[in-house]
């Protein structure tokens, strides 16, 4: 048994020093050539993912869709040059099967917190580090009633920030989430698609699930 724990701690330890010693990639430079909803195609035949942002589409809000969404990114990005900043390599189960980055203008502007400040996008918790700045980004503009923040929206779902997961928001569950931890989503998150950790999955959720419309399932 020890020699088996032995031989797991090795393993663990060569994974990290491989990810985050010699698999961190510098920022690079490129040019967006098009973009669709968080992904950008780049110039050097390469596409990537914005970090931590989420544009709805049909599927996602059913009737209540924000079409002003969608083109924001395309308007801001396409044929700008950019510095891409590796936030998370992609692995399997991540969307769109590309890298979450951060972006940046040539003026140092950040893409990312300046799509979720101004209430051009909503927050998606993502598989990536350091993403508090996206999370307060978000704050700032719900704060001011920015952009879709504007509107009176419905409370779809609710996480927390330590797991990845969702509840309905009428689910018992959702009283034991600590305050400072609570997330709140209006659009329905990419939780719910590809890293959901309900595992078994919440009894109380599955009962409201059988109420909700088909596009909040």
């Not at 669709?36 to 049909?58: C, E, F, R």
């Not at 590796?86 to 040539?106: C, F, H, I, Q, W």
């Not at 704050?139 to 609710?158: F, H, N, S």
Request: aromatic share 12%; charged share 30%.
């Amino acid at each position: 048994m020890l020699f088996f724990f032995i031989v797991g701690m090795i393993g663990s330890l060569i994974y990290v020093v491989k990810k985050y010693i010699f698999d961190i990639e510098k920022p690079y430079s490129a040019t967006v050539i098009d973009a669709k909803w968080s992904v950008l195609y780049l110039n050097n035949g390469k596409y990537v993912t914005l970090a931590g942002i989420s544009i709805p589409d049909k599927l996602e809000r059913g009737p209540n869709i924000f079409p002003e969404l969608v083109n924001n990114i395309g308007k801001i990005l396409i044929d700008k040059k950019i510095t891409i900043e590796l936030m998370e390599r992609y692995r399997t189960g991540a969307p769109n099967k590309s890298d979450l980055v951060r972006v940046y203008l040539e003026d140092g502007t950040c893409v990312n917190t300046y799509l979720l400040e101004n209430g051009m996008a909503f927050f998606s918790h993502g598989y990536y580090r350091d993403k508090e700045k996206e999370i307060e980004a978000e704050a700032r503009a719900k704060k001011a009633k920015k952009g879709i923040w504007a509107k009176d929206l419905q409370l779809l779902y609710v996480g927390s920030k330590d797991w990845e997961g969702v509840h309905y928001p009428e689910c018992p569950e959702v009283k034991k989430i600590k305050p400072e931890n609570r997330m709140e989503y209006y659009n329905r998150p990419v939780a719910v698609n590809w890293y959901r950790d309900w595992d078994p999955e919440c009894p109380y959720c599955d009962e409201i699930r059988k109420t909700k419309p088909e596009h909040l399932k």
